[in-house]
Nanobody, 121 residues
Framework: VQLQASGGGLVQPGGSLRLSCAASGGTFSNYGMGWFRQAPGKEREFVAGISGGGRSTYYADSVKGRFTISRDNAKNTVSLRMNSLKPEDTAVYYC???????????????WGQGTQVTVSS
C-alpha cells in the first residue's frame, strides 16, 4: 500500500485545514486508517483513526471536538478536517494504514511521507 498525504500549510491560530491521504496498491476498505503527528523534539503521537468501513472513529483527547477524520472508500482517500487550530498543533502529519479498526494503539504497517502543518500568527 502506498500513501500520499497532502494539504498541509501555514494557518493562523483559530483557522482550519483539511489534510488528505490518497492510497494505492491495496484493498483500501480492508485497512483501518490513522493520522499521526510529530512535532520537533517530540515523539510521534496518534491523532485520529477510522475503521475500514468508516463506522468507528477514534481521537486523541487533545483534538476531540476540533478534528474530524473521514474516508471515502470509493476514492481510496482518508481526510482529516482540522478546525480551531492551535500553535501546539504544529507538526508533521502522517497518514498510516493498518489493522481494520484504526485503533490508537493498533499496528500500522504503511506510512505516507508526511505533510507539514504550521499554526502561527
Amino acid at each position: 500500500v502506498q500513501l500520499q498525504a497532502s494539504g498541509g500549510g501555514l494557518v493562523q491560530p483559530g483557522g482550519s485545514l483539511r489534510l488528505s491521504c490518497a492510497a494505492s496498491g491495496g484493498t483500501f476498505s480492508n485497512y483501518g486508517m490513522g493520522w499521526f503527528r510529530q512535532a520537533p523534539g517530540k515523539e510521534r503521537e496518534f491523532v485520529a483513526g477510522i475503521s475500514g468501513g468508516g463506522r468507528s472513529t477514534y481521537y486523541a483527547d487533545s483534538v476531540k471536538g476540533r478534528f474530524t477524520i473521514s474516508r471515502d472508500n470509493a476514492k481510496n482517500t482518508v481526510s482529516l478536517r482540522m478546525n480551531s487550530l492551535k500553535p501546539e498543533d504544529t507538526a508533521v502529519y502522517y497518514c498510516a494504514a493498518g489493522g481494520f479498526w484504526g485503533l490508537p494503539g493498533g499496528k500500522y504497517d504503511y506510512w505516507g511521507q508526511g505533510t507539514q502543518v504550521t499554526v502561527s500568527s
